[in-house]
């Protein structure tokens, strides 16, 4: 009752806003124990299964997608709601506002968002020093990571590469983002020889990085659901060509197929119901034509505990949640971690 209370009130405020208050709530919940153990009582999934993946060990399937804690301002409050992982980001190198507001936009009559944020980001430094070793209920840590909007494409592996190098003693994996498209010529990164350029080049600083470290560092990618069959088939040669550790599928959608009324065609990403059958379509098509032991995250349109078991039985090894939480509340994480 007080989950639905508290949602239906985040939900009378303009999106944004909204966002940043259920943020602060977390932030400053999350940061005791005290508060962490609060969460966990009344929102914490009463029974998990654990599962091993990319050498990793997950306390359960479900995850907090990129995007909603860009900063990494919260990412402790997530894993006491029962996230087995967190995914903050996208964070770059340096700080940057993201676009003009305003720049998302709530469709609740067809559970849906579009959002054109740009990756804001406080920046690399401020959200290293956010980030421990201490990982409460066992959950994973990863970080997401693009590059800044007026860093040429030609020159988008340097950002990349730093953003390894400054996250490469902390996060549990790493994800690149070469698919949202509300950065200016982003995702043409994730296609043909840009892609597989990128994705050395990744590789060979992560690499470096365990070396140093001394410890494994698995890496993704974030694919759109927007590729064409040989898009699709040149990324999934780049990952196998790369040795990247796998998938997350996917990023948010350009199409409006489905999607009516006065904001359909604001500009930016689609997210939520609109986009559940197109994400579960693309995990399809990853399953069937990827290597077999592939991880592969699966992400987008997960509205409901059946969206996310289909994601799973369609070959997603875990999922991630986001505006399923904006329409359902805290308690969605539980729900889905109890029912994968």
Known sequence: MMDAALQAALLTLEPERAHAVALQLLATAGATEPGRRALRFLYGPAQERGVELAGLRFPNRVGLAAGYD????A???FAALGC???????????????NPHPR???LRDQRAVINRMG??????????ARLDADRPYGTVLGVNIGKNKDTPLEEASRDYVELVEVFGDVADYLTVNVSSPNTPQLRELQRGPALRALLAEVVRARDAEVARRGRALPVFVKLAPDLDDADLDDALGAVDDSGLDGIVATNTTISREGVTGRLAQETGGLSG???????LTLIRTIRARARADLPLIGVGGIMTTEDARARLDAGADLVQVYTGLVYRGAGF???VAEET
Do not use: I, M, Y
């Not at 860009?70 to 301002?73: N, P």
């Not at 119901?273 to 994400?279: F, V």
């Open 70 to 73: 860009k900063d990494a301002r």
């Open 75 to 77: 990412w402790k409050a």
């Open 84 to 98: 087995g992982h967190v995914e903050v980001g996208t964070v770059t190198p340096r700080p940057q506002p993201g």
């Open 104 to 106: 998302v936009f709530r």
């Open 119 to 128: 990756f804001p980001s406080q920046g690399a430094r401020v959200v290293r």
């Open 273 to 279: 119901a609109p986009l559940t059958q197109r994400a």
């Open 333 to 335: 994480v539980r729900a």
